[in-house]
């Protein structure tokens, strides 16, 4: 029987958005719940009974008549951030126990000679970090016998101490994982029941250091991970969910639960990753493929771009001052939300985050208890937020509560009305935003004015056009759905898997093109089994290779993505030049002369999923009859108010238009349009937003 719905969710800071997808008719609905930190499933909960209330099923119903539910999840991220992920030991050769505390004998960029920046807090403390003797040469040849006795001395401590998780990472393992293979089943043997992280098996990659990090990273968060999966799905298969929950990666697609406690490193982007997939998704019908995705939440604000319909892939970064080599989205992060709080600093200048009231007690407006002004308040006060509240009323505001948060906390530090010290929170949050979006652009040589815009998370729609405004950026598609766009991009995406291996090569030979060519065999055996494992057909599987490349005598590599054909001394010549042309566009030169060498190969598999019926919006009546009234909004520094008109975005139709200043109340988001600025709505469902022509 062919189901009827599919199910994304995005657990995030503050709220937790659910995106239902009708697969016959494409319909697409979101709700929000608010998140649960002390235990995410029951936001799941909460979440599927406001589902279940307003399609007049249960919530069993529900989830038996999806083909997918879709998870991503910052249960990973928050254990990083915190340092609240399992007690873990790690196992490595003798004399590189500090390796991961070295860190390649520098800080990172940014604090390289900050001699006051502290080191980072250890994952693994220094009595958990156990050498063995044994050494492995950089030609795979064995150099000293791995001693057992060690390995078992190693588990004995970790028996002792509690150890929940252990990290195996020995020097050239990648060439030979002989004794890596050995140390595990001791480790199985010893230690049933903990979580084993392999670190040849994890990241097959040349660099030690990057290789032991992140299999530290992932032997850390293994036990939350596991934890979280292992609720959600006992939950929804007790409501009798037909195919298992499928978890979002920060590679940018799905994968099953048993895949993210084995690769829990591939959990801590989850929820932003999918942002570029939805942003690339609503500006298709717009034939736009450069495109800045920006998703202000109620505690971050994350920021992707794609250029020509690719997005970035970052790899061997650090990441919350953790080396990580596997392929994650490029995502910017910065403290910036709905619930940053408002603060005047020594120099008595006012700064916003990137400490948060997240939900617990979140803003002052939500009347929870909380007392220190946010951008929430800020907008409240400007007159951008209905005072009567958000999600259609369900969640109460108190104008009284947000101006008092901003007068004490604020204002009469400063001297200053209330309107005016609100205005300033609002401009320095959008500097701070726009900081990011040129990080991402700019500093990395793009052109923001050849993108267009695209809004997602809550709280992004109010201070969306002041962002183009400020970027020089002149179109905006803000989607209907913008709130939940993250949970949006998870059910339109297909299940992805990374498979490496390190082939350190002159391209140079026939021999060197054979075992490059075998190599991709054998990794993309895996990977095809892997999918067929899960239940796909080898018409639904799809395969993308690339190589890290470097000129010999380079210290640092590149990526090259290449076609899906034989590696041999024909094709070899077209690889070769792909890294001359990629090389050029990072560098500004190419070396075309000189020998080139392959230091990592990767295959990326992709199991194609069936995507749901796109919606369509029918035509509406013009916009002055979704008129619901007039409020007074601030659009200057001054504090100066103006009448401007408020449209309930439920009741406008594919062609309505709005010139600014004005505010369109959508049920889970407010969008305002600055003066200068107009926005019309497509049958897509979704927003266009321009300068208006003077």
């Known amino acids: 029987m062919r189901t009827t719905y599919r199910l994304g969710i995005d657990a995030g800071g ?80 003798a004399g590189h126990e500090d390796s991961i505390e070295i860190r390649n004998g520098h800080k990172e960029d940014g604090f390289r000679y900050d001699p006051e920046y502290p080191a980072a807090t250890m994952l693994v403390p220094r009595y958990l970090r156990k050498g063995v003797r044994e050494r492995v040469l950089s030609d795979g040849s064995v150099r000293v016998a791995m001693d057992d006795g060690d390995v078992r001395a190693a588990c004995e401590l970790f028996a002792k101490e509690g150890v929940e998780t252990v990290a195996i990472s020995f020097v050239w393992s990648v060439l030979n994982p002989e004794h890596e293979r050995r140390a595990a089943e001791i480790v199985r043997k010893m230690l049933p029941n903990a979580i084993l992280t392999v670190g040849s098996e994890l990241y097959p990659q040349v660099r030690e250091y990057t290789r032991t990090s992140t299999a530290v990273v992932n032997a850390y968060l293994a036990p939350v991970m596991r934890k979280y999966v292992k609720a959600v799905d006992a939950y929804f298969r007790s409501l009798g969910a037909k ?61 992707t771009l794609t250029k020509d ?15 990580i080599g596997v392929p994650m989205i490029q995502v910017e992060t910065l403290g910036a939300g709905g619930g940053s709080i408002g603060w005047i600093d020594s120099l008595g200048l006012i700064q916003v985050g990137p400490q948060s009231a997240g939900s617990e007690p979140g803003p002052a407006c939500y009347g929870q208890g909380g007392t220190e002004p946010t951008t929430s308040d800020a907008n409240l006060v400007l007159g951008y937020l209905n005072p009567d509240g958000l999600l259609g009323g369900k969640l109460p505001l108190d104008l009284e509560k947000a101006k008092k948060a901003i007068k004490t906390k604020v204002a009469d530090k400063l001297g200053i009305p209330v309107e005016r010290a609100a205005y300033g929170m609002y401009t320095i949050v959008n500097n701070n935003m726009v900081n990011g979006i040129r990080r991402v652009s700019v500093e990395r040589g793009y052109d923001p004015r050849d993108f267009v815009l695209v809004g997602a998370g809550g709280a992004t729609a109010a201070h969306i056009t002041a962002l183009a405004r400020e970027m020089g950026i002149d179109t905006i598609i803000l989607p209907k759905l913008a709130s939940g766009l993250c949970a ?207």
């Open 488 to 694: 949006f991009g998870q059910i339109i995406s297909d299940v992805k898997y990374n498979y490496m291996a390190t082939a350190p090569l002159r391209l140079d030979n026939a021999a060197a093109c054979k075992r490059i060519d075998r190599l991709f065999g054998e990794i993309e055996k895996q990977g095809v089994a892997h999918l067929k494992t899960d239940g796909f057909k080898a018409g639904q599987i799809d395969v993308k290779r690339s190589l890290d490349m470097r000129y010999v005598g380079q210290v640092h590599e590149c990526t090259v993505d290449i076609g899906a054909f034989p590696i041999n001394e024909k094709t070899i010549e077209k690889v070769k030049d792909a890294f001359h042309r990629r090389h050029e566009e990072l560098y500004t030169y190419s070396e075309r002369h000189n020998a080139v060498e392959v230091v990592n190969i990767e295959s990326t598999l992709y199991g194609r999923i069936g995507k749901p019926k796109a919606p369509k919006l029918k035509k509406g009546a013009p916009a002055a009859k979704a008129l619901k009234g007039y409020r007074r909004a601030i659009f200057e520094a001054s504090g100066k108010s103006a009448k401007t008109p408020v449209y309930d975005g439920a009741r406008l139709g594919a062609g309505a238009s709005i010139a600014g200043p004005a505010i369109i109340e959508e049920v889970t988001t407010t969008i305002v349009i600055e003066p200068g600025w107009t926005a019309a709505l497509d049958a897509s469902g979704s927003y266009v937003i321009t300068q208006s022509k003077r």
């Open 243 to 303: 195919q298992p929950v499928r978890y979002f990666q920060s590679n940018g697609g799905l994968a099953i639960g048993q895949a993210m406690t084995d690769r829990s490193v591939y959990a801590i982007n989850s929820g932003p990753a999918s942002a570029p997939q939805a942003g690339l998704y609503v500006s298709a019908p717009f034939k736009k493929k450069n495109v800045i995705t920006v998703d202000m939440g109620g505690t971050s604000f994350d920021i």
């Open 309 to 323: 319909g690719h997005t970035n892939l970052n790899k061997n970064i650090d990441f919350l001052r953790y080396r």
């Open 14 to 93: 503050t709220f937790t958005d659910f995106v239902v997808a009708n697969r016959n008719t494409g319909d697409v609905k979101l709700f929000k719940a608010l998140s649960t930190p002390s235990d995410p499933t029951k936001a799941i909960e909460n979440g599927l009974k406001l589902i279940a209330d307003d399609f007049g099923i249960t919530p069993a119903g529900l989830v038996s008549d999806c083909d997918l539910c879709i998870n991503g999840t910052t249960v990973g991220l928050n254990a990083l951030i915190t340092h609240r992920g399992g007690k873990t030991g790690l196992i490595c050769t």
